[in-house]
């Protein structure tokens, strides 16, 4: 056959990852060939009495549309009101989320390794180690860099820009287990840092020392949040005796940030220093959040404590990526 | 001066880089019409640049507005070297020309072009002021209506229907020019791309001035084509209906049943969308008259027809005293009323209608088919403003079909197409049509009011059989064959096998599920050049149309069904092959006999022994037999009851005539050796035969939960839901191994059509319970050694458990029904007889018509090489049939076809508008409807031709890739282009060309495109909130999926 089309026709009930002809089907398997041959291992040749040349000809229509589309997914504003596809708006976010889609592996591999050409060529060890079709990193690769591309010019906040740009969720970008936030944040923080050019923000974020460096300050602030949480949680007593080391681990971190270094890695400095200690004393995911919005909001009330701004701008951030982060 | 048209530009948006550097573009706008041209200012750094421009007007002749197009050129400013295009959007303003279509157009169109596709897009207004001008001088044709739709449209009623119209216009192609060589493919592209558009505007003007000149308004059933007949020019012609047709107001509902009382409503009697409306109303008020004497006889062997029976004489209806009464335009019939009109006949006139389904009462009998074939060398086209040559031959071919309808005693050709093939220097001009006899009321105005006796109207033939009832001279059979009474009436004769161009009436009755039944042939041919190579075409054009005829026959036969409805045959021809694919849509009715089976005699000695044949005998059985199963074709067996003849014991056979080679002599050998012989056997005297057999059986049947037609309506289901898919699907098949055999051929071509279908089923296999309509198979050979198959149709799924509900309910509604026709008819009947008196003589003048046809016609005339493939029907002749069964139907076995009403409101659901989405849903189908919805406005015509060309196919994914990503482009800009009008779906959609040229050695590839169909505003039935629960569930796949592409 010289040439084989069919246009038209996008729906077929054979298997979830089918449904529609758009999604990740034509995305997880590299080539015709390997998707034909799982979709007859999936039976739908016995239950339609179709031809390997019929499934063929069908699973290349598949993909030679999803080509198509994989150019408009590229920015995905312009799915909306493209006139190419005749999407309906709730298929077009499932669309959209599918594409954009991590697998954690994958992205904790890439974590904290810099986003360029050179990484590109270790797609290939990421994903005999991770066990991620090749096709699939190169496309999830490609999107984070699409991504940051296109977001690092932009002036405001991130997810926000993320979000009209992308069409991007929260739920999709944030929930997806720790890889994805960390990774998500990472670059929050980095663009924050380059792109704001808040250089001076970084600096400021040293001063923060101060909350563990004076132990007069460090006193008054537990005793503030211990106040403030006691008979509100069951892990109270736990609470209270990790606090100094708690509080450490935050400023630390945040005292670090200045390093490039220690920027990659923050999120595993947040799990060490934080996450991890908590998760051993079994703090409900409630538990966090209380707690972390009193060890917050305590700090303004500490007369000597002057950096209030810097403090809420890096609390903001570490408070939600913690969130993210923690479930029980 | 009567126009002002304005035009604003107001935004782009995804518009594509231009600046490398900057990665942004510095976009202005040129808008032009005719020779003005306007530019908005440059829009610096955007790739989503608001222009919001001034009113750009143009005061223009509307002349021109009809002519020219609205072009957009969207450009990248470039300080200094010349500035880049990025793309272009043509305009087709025709839509705002008349005051009950669009008002405005205004939205976004896709920039596009043809060496990138689509670029982005850019948001347009257009308004036209149009002054009146009541000068009868003028060139213009503004407020004529153009429909592709094949029937009337709904919402609008025919008042009067007024006949042909055609009309051509040649010109140079660009592509040939001289200038050609030094400029690039786009501006190559665009010219001609430009020059079709213009030319298509020209046509549509100069047949709306004919359609005035006749008094009407409209033209329905436009079809306009494009002949590339590359050094020697470029024909675009187009043929239509022309209408006189009054809006229904929209407060009364075009589904409803207007069973108009003819006595009452005479003038005013259409019925809108007879095709997909329900209606009780009769199709054919039986006019015969046992007692008149015999048409005529014709020298058959000019007919092209598949009707092999004669019967009782009809008399051919004349039923308009003065035909000149309804304005200048008598319509069809008045050529049959030379005599009695006062009206000068002109020789361009011809009683044809494009229209494949009619108002209820408007077609009385159907003859069968009608074709002709004509084979031409192209020269060179002199003269474009002198198209006499191609306006010629085509006279020719009209003439031809209305002698061979008249030889079948009908004054009417309806259903009827044109068409072409063209390769190299030799093209094939293809005509075809249903012979029939129509209801002279809808042609001209005021007939009605003649007294309502007539003698000739003893015995009105029920509403569901009449139109079966034979037209012409019992008599006089040109060709043996076998009549039997009707199996409804019992009164009127019937052919055994009925074959039509035309959609199955609504009214007819029929038994099962109908199914698309093809036949598939090539034959090889010896590359020659001029006149050798049109001759060797010309000899085997008969042999072809003889075994697709056969074929047919044969399959038709094999699924027990006895009608053919939609048949269209096409021959296309290549540098050293001929491909015919004919299709159409099998169906019992139950008017006609049963059909008998086949019967496989072994004539051979020697190898076949007889245990094989008779082998090969139970298959063929089984396969009725199961084929009966499957289409559910249970007429009930009312045991032998008066029927006029006493029918012997059926011997079902069937004789097929094999021909080995093309040589004449041969064929008269044939006929004189079996000409007499009435049987329906097959023969099995060499491997051959045995291969053609297996042929026959090798069409696997659609799996369970699907059917197929090529028609508008599927016979036997009507209760559509919501889910509607339409496709296009493209194959080119590269023929690898040289040394074919014409039986090779057939092999290949065949399974290639298998599969496309098999394909289509598979993927719809979501869609069960679901029928593929409107099956459209294109076939060229684009090149030597490639074959190209073009498929369009509609998916669309149905309720299944109606269908069982309504079988068993059908026959109670159907007594009742029966009464109240049986009343209605004599009434009418009488209305219709206006002129009785007119027949001896219209009689007498086809008599000498047809005398004087025939020697004419059989000449083959080398000169022009025109074959008239008159041999073929001697051929045709030879196959005589008797396959009845000596067995009544009974009326109330029917299942007719429905009541859409009903069915319509089950599977109604509302049609869900996305509000998120800014783009609006537009649904495209080759159908004149879409279930669930009704039509309130027809906004315009659309008509668009493409160019897409690219010199890195395989960085576009192959050939495959290239076009998949080019025709969903052209489904883009059609759907922009109808949104822009304000309407939310296209019906009768076609795509009429697909031409797709490559150099893979040189990495290139050209297509062309050009599509047509009707943009239409819709509403979902609202009436019925009960079903809307169910519909809503069974929507989601279909309104999700039939989003994409």
Redesign the interface.
Known sequence: ??????????????HHRFI???NCACVIYPTVNDAVKVRMEGGVMDE????K???L??T??QY??F???ERLLHSPA?L??????????H??IMLIERYYAFDDTFVREVLGKKLSKGTKKDLDDISAKTGVTLKSCRRQFDNFKRVFKVVEELKGPLVENIRQHFLLSDKLWLCDGVGISSWYFLDNMVEDMDVDLDKEFLQELKELKILIADKDLLDQHKSLVCTALRGKTKVFIEMEGSFKNLSRGLINIAAKLTNTKDVRDFFIDLVEKFIEPCRSDRWSAADMKLYLTHYTNSAHILDTFKHQVVWDRYMGVVKSCIFKMYHD | MPGKLKAKIVAGRHLPVMDRASDLTDAFVEVKFGNTTFKTDVCPKSLNPQWNSEWFKFEVDDEDLQDEPLQITVLDHDTYSANDAIGKVYIDIDPLLYSEAASVISGWFPIYDTIHGIRGEINVIVKVELFNDLNRFRQSSCGVKFFCTTCIPQCYRATLVHGFVEELVVNEDPEYQWIDRIRTPRASNEARQRLISLMSGELQRKIGLKVLEMGGNAVVGYLQCFDLEGESGLVVRAIGTACTLDKLSSGSAPNTNTHMHPNTAPASNACNSPSKDGKESPLAHGCRSTHNSPVHSVCSSQRLSQNFSVSVPTLIFTGMGSGGSAGKEAGPLRTLLRQQTQTALEQREFPFFTLTSFPPGFLLHVGGVVSARSVKLLDRIHNPDEPETRDAWWEEIRQEIKSHARALGCHAVVGYSESTSICEEVCILSASGTAAILNPRYMREGCLDIGCTDHRFEEPSPPNCGFCHIPYDELNMPFPAQLTYCYHCRRQKVPDVLFTTIDLPSEAAVAGKGCLIQARLCRLKKKAQGEANATAISNLLPFMEYELHTQLMNKLKLRSMNALFGLHIQISVGENMLLGLASATGVYLTALPAPGGIQIAGKTPGDLSSEHISSIQKRINDTIAANKELYQINPPELAEEGVGSPIPEPRHRSRLFRSHSESSDELSELDLSHGKKDAFVLEIDDTDAVEDIHSLLIDAPPPSGFYSCNTENMPGISNWTSGVQMFTSVRVLRLSNANLTNQGLNKIFTDLCENLLKSFYFKLRSMIPCCLCHLNFTVAVPEEELIQVTVTAVAMTYDKEQTQERTAEKPVNKGSLEVEDQLQFPLELCADSSSSNIQTASKISGVGESTNMSPRAASVDYGSFADRCSTWLELLRLKAHTIRRGSVKTISSLERCSPLQEGRSRSLRSSRSFGGSSVTVVKMTPLSFLPGTRIIKYLGIINMFFIRETTSLREEGGVSGFLHSFIAEVFAMVRAHVAALGGNAVVSYSMKECVFMENPNKNQAQCLINVSGDAVICISETDQESSTSTGNTGQTGGSETDGAT
Not at chain 1, 80 to 89: K, T, V, Y
């Open positions: 056959m010289r040439l084989d089309i069919l246009i038209g026709i996008h729906s077929t009930s054979e529609n002809p758009l339609c009495e179709a031809s040349d019929v499934l000809s069908d290349m229509d030679r549309t080509q198509m589309c312009k909306a009101n493209q006139l190419l596809f005749q999407i309906p708006p298929r077009q």
